[in-house]
């Protein structure tokens, strides 16, 4: 099994529709949860954090369920800019170093 | 303010050559890495390095070098590029946020063709 898994999608949503993407991570020890966003033939960018409580930036809201081991992102009142693959990263554990596990992204298609 | 920066951009290699891979951060971060994306795999830690004077192997090592030169910059060598290595490069650099969790940031990559 996979770190961190991801349906790659894509995910066809028409504009002002309400979307939301898993992550499923396998390690339970696992403390650092990230969406990035990473748009076609650029870098990632840091889209929010994940943490325990939950976190919300506008029209994004990210949640962790520890139980499940999974997280999510739910994306309300969808814009054609939001169009972008969403990675999923976790920190891996066991070392004396926090590294970044990155799952292999969830697409997203916003059409008018 | 820049954030990370990657030189070159694009880079056509024969098998067998050899090139470096520039990365530079000016935000004072402590942490810097170098991650390899190639479709269907997702991004790959290459090597990375915790603060100045150190670096350790992440998940796919093999065929390449790092030297962390002073705090903002870290290279990547390729000593004798073969085509498995033709991949988009991308250097990142972390802080650690108030909740202790290591943000990183990445830079533009490098798309790296080797023939």
């Known amino acids: 099994r996979k770190e961190v898994e991801q349906d790659p999608g894509p995910f066809n949503v028409p504009e002002g529709a309400t979307v939301a993407f898993n992550c499923t991570y396998s390690?339970?020890?696992?403390?650092?949860f990230f969406w990035y966003r990473q748009d076609c033939r650029k870098e990632p960018k840091l889209l929010m954090s994940?943490?325990?409580s939950g976190n919300e930036d506008g029209r994004f809201t990210a949640q962790l369920n520890r139980a499940s081991q999974y997280i999510s992102l739910l994306i309300r009142d969808s814009k054609l800019s939001d169009s972008a693959t969403y990675l999923c990263?976790?920190?891996?554990?066991?070392?004396?170093?926090?590294?970044?596990?990155f799952g292999t992204g969830t697409r997203l298609l916003v059409s008018p | 303010n820049a954030g990370v920066t990657q030189t070159p951009k694009f880079q056509v290699l024969k098998t067998g050559q050899s090139m470096t891979l520039q990365c530079a951060q000016d935000?004072?971060?402590?942490?810097m890495y170098w991650y390899r994306q190639d479709p269907g795999m997702g991004l790959r830690l290459i090597y990375y390095?915790?603060?100045?004077?150190?670096?350790d192997k992440g998940e796919v090592p093999n065929g390449y070098n790092v030297s962390r030169l002073n705090k903002r910059e870290f290279s990547l060598r390729l000593e004798s590029a073969a085509p498995s290595q033709t991949s988009v490069y991308f250097c990142?650099?972390?802080?650690?946020?108030?909740?202790?969790?290591?943000?990183?940031?990445f830079g533009p990559g490098t798309r790296l063709l080797v023939l």
């Open positions: 990142a650099s972390s802080e650690t946020d108030s909740w202790s969790q290591e943000t990183q940031y």
């Open positions: 390690n339970s020890a696992s403390q650092s």
């Open positions: 994940v943490y325990s």
């Open positions: 990263a976790v920190n891996e554990v066991n070392t004396g170093f926090q590294k970044l596990v």
């Open positions: 935000m004072n971060h402590n942490s």
């Open positions: 390095s915790a603060s100045e004077g150190t670096t």
